[in-house]
């Protein structure tokens, strides 16, 4: 699996794969309000969106396979959840229901906080549902902690879970 960012003209695919990934996986309703939002994430906000292509297909091709994605926004431009400068939050980890279980969320998740690193993030910080249990599963063996004081609520009777990993103590994913 080869991670790279992602270019202009698959950011609609990438939406699209977020948004069937969450369905699939039973995280999103047919009509929710946050399908939109998955959808634009990342075009034109200063983030960084990384895609897991299949090299069999090629690394910058037109029609190559993505296979999952994952979004970088560093403070000012993140959520909620990032409370200041040196911080940033990974948003819309998503894998294509035919590449799940094959590491690719774990690729991305790897990608992701190396990218943070560069960018000299000090903190790493994300939100998921309580029901992802795979996902907060990959987040626990990367040595996230969870961080209850920043759990947020976006409407009643949702809580969404906080996660962070301080990088300069944080090992390599293997």
Known sequence: MLIRDATPNE???VGELRV???QAGGFLSKDS???QYLRV???GDGGHVLVAVDPAYGSHQPACQIAGTVALQLWPNAGQVVTGPG???IRALAVAPH???AGVGRALLGAVIERAAE???DHLVLLTQPDMRAARHLYEQARFVRLPDRDWSPAPGTTLLAYGL???AAPPLA
């Open 99 to 101: 590449s799940q279980r």
């Open 119 to 121: 960018l000299a993030v």
């Open 166 to 168: 301080r990088l300069a």
């Open 11 to 13: 950011l609609p695919e």
């Open 20 to 22: 069937s990934a969450y």
């Open 33 to 35: 309000e946050y399908a």
């Open 87 to 89: 911080e940033a939050e």
């Open 41 to 43: 994430l990342g075009a």
